[in-house]
Every structure is written in structure tokens, then in C-alpha cells.
């Protein structure tokens, strides 16, 4: 989805959209289309959501295919097109996007704010970096017009927790996902937790997740999480609320794995 939304200027995305898809793209309606023949591939698959990652300085408006149809019309003749069109180009598909996760009751996962190659000289994937301008008002338009669409959003940063925290508490289809990047470390998870298990109510939490690039990273990464969560629990909860240690196991339980269940689908 990354490639789609903000590289499909480059000749090589074009062309492993035509491979997947099976079809001859060359205007906005086309194009729609064939996002919609990718979207029934992996629904067929088993897909439980549509995923992305997003830069700081990206707003997700409407744009209809009328108003992008000579610009994408330009792109797959093989024209250059100027940044200003690539951006309303990238705001087409991010919302096409967001129409089909609608059209196929997928939840669209939204990772938040990530800068690519600020350290140019650095390995692969070790050159990003955040950037704190970032805001989620940005996408009040997106989350105002597809009120059926679940948005799991992940934020950069310890930093952006606080404005997730009410955006999920005011916004019925924004829920909470996990401690992305930056803010995976013990020390911001026990902070961004503390805050979440008090303001967000319980069901719009995915206490963690980890696009992980190996499976042998996935133990210790969720066995760090689930120390953080217990102790949260243990001091917060069970001592400083009185609560009994099996509600609080309960509610621990709902945060890893409840859930996900209910949002992704078991």
C-alpha cells in the first residue's frame, strides 16, 4: 500500500500493479478498479485489514477520479508529473483505499508519521526518523467520513500518545494500536500504558503488535510488553485501585488478545 499511495510514479510499481491485478491501467477509473481486484485477492486470502505508513506532512482528503483523471492518465503514459499532482494522486488512492476497507468491513490500519531516509548514509531501515509536527488532526476528515471503517492507528512516538489517547476516546472508530518504533522502548511503554488503561475505554485497545522482519523477534518483544502490562497492572490496578488480581488478569487478557480478536476477527 505504501508503493501505491505515495511511489506510483515510479515505472516498477506501475508495473507489479499490472502483474497483480492482470490489467491494462490508464486512467482513474481503471486504476480503481484495479486497487478493488487487489483488495478481492487478499479478502480471499484471509486479509483481516488494510495497512499503511505515513509520512508527517500527509492529510487524506477526498478527491474524486473526475478531478485526478488527467494527472493519472499523464503518470501511466509515462509523463513526469509535477509534486503538487503527485500528491493529489497519493490522496486518490489513500482514499480509494479507505473506501474499499469499507466496502469489504476490513479495518485500515494507519501507522503514523514516520520520516523516510533522513539519515541517508544509513543501513536499511536504519535511517528513519520521527518528526513531532505530526498531528491527527490531519486525518479528522478521514475518521468524520467513514464512521464504519475501524482505523487501528499506531503514532511514532511517546510524544503523539496523549493526542491518541483522545482521539480514540472522542472518535468511535479510532482505536489504539500498540508501540510502534520510537516509543517501543520499556520506559515510553510503561507511560503511553499507564495513560491509555486510564482514559481509553478497555475495548479500544491493541495493547502490541510488531511488524517484525523476523519471527525470532517476535518472544522477546511481546515478553517485553507483557512485563510492562503486568507490572501497569500489578501498581496501578490491583494496588493503587484495590482491584482482585483475576479482574485485572482479565482485563490484561482483553488488551492482548480480546481484542484483536474482535477487531481483526478471530
Not at 508501540?179 to 485497545?205: G, M
Request: glycine share 6%; charged share 25%; net charge neutral.
Amino acid at each position: 500500500t505504501d508503493d501505491l499511495v505515495f511511489h506510483l510514479a515510479k515505472p516498477e510499481t506501475r508495473e507489479r500493479l499490472a502483474k497483480a491485478t492482470q490489467m491494462d491501467v490508464g486512467c482513474a477509473g481503471t486504476l480503481k478498479n484495479a486497487i478493488g481486484k487487489l483488495f478481492e485477492h487478499f479478502t480471499a486470502k484471509g486479509a483481516r485489514a488494510c495497512a499503511i505508513s505515513l509520512p508527517p506532512d500527509f492529510s487524506p482528503v477526498a478527491v474524486t477520479a473526475d478531478q485526478v483523471d488527467p494527472i493519472v492518465r499523464s503518470l501511466f503514459a509515462g509523463d513526469e508529473i509535477t509534486g503538487d499532482e503527485s500528491k493529489i494522486v497519493s490522496q486518490f488512492v489513500f482514499w480509494t483505499l479507505a473506501e474499499y476497507c469499507d466496502a469489504h468491513k476490513l479495518p485500515f490500519d494507519l501507522m503514523i508519521g514516520v520520516n523516510r531516509r533522513v539519515y541517508e548514509a544509513g543501513v536499511y531501515q536504519g535511517q528513519d526518523l520521527y518528526d513531532k509536527r505530526t498531528s491527527l488532526i490531519q486525518y479528522k476528515e478521514l475518521f468524520n467520513a467513514f464512521p464504519r471503517v475501524t482505523f487501528p492507528v499506531s503514532v511514532l512516538t511517546s510524544t503523539s500518545n496523549q493526542e491518541l489517547v483522545s482521539y480514540s476516546w472522542i472518535f468511535p472508530n479510532v482505536v489504539i494500536n500498540g508501540h510502534w518504533w520510537y516509543s517501543n522502548t520499556p520506559a515510553f511503554i510503561t507511560f503511553d500504558c499507564k495513560s491509555r488503561l486510564e482514559a481509553v475505554p478497555k475495548n479500544k485497545q491493541i495493547g502490541y503488535y510488531s511488524d517484525m522482519y523476523k519471527l525470532e523477534f517476535a518472544l522477546p518483544k511481546f515478553r517485553m510488553y507483557r512485563r510492562v502490562l503486568a507490572n501497569v497492572l500489578a501498581s496501578d490496578f490491583v494496588m493503587g485501585r484495590n482491584w482482585s488480581e483475576e479482574r485485572a488478569i482479565e482485563l490484561g487478557k482483553l488488551v492482548l488478545r480480546g481484542n484483536v480478536e474482535t477487531i481483526f476477527g478471530s
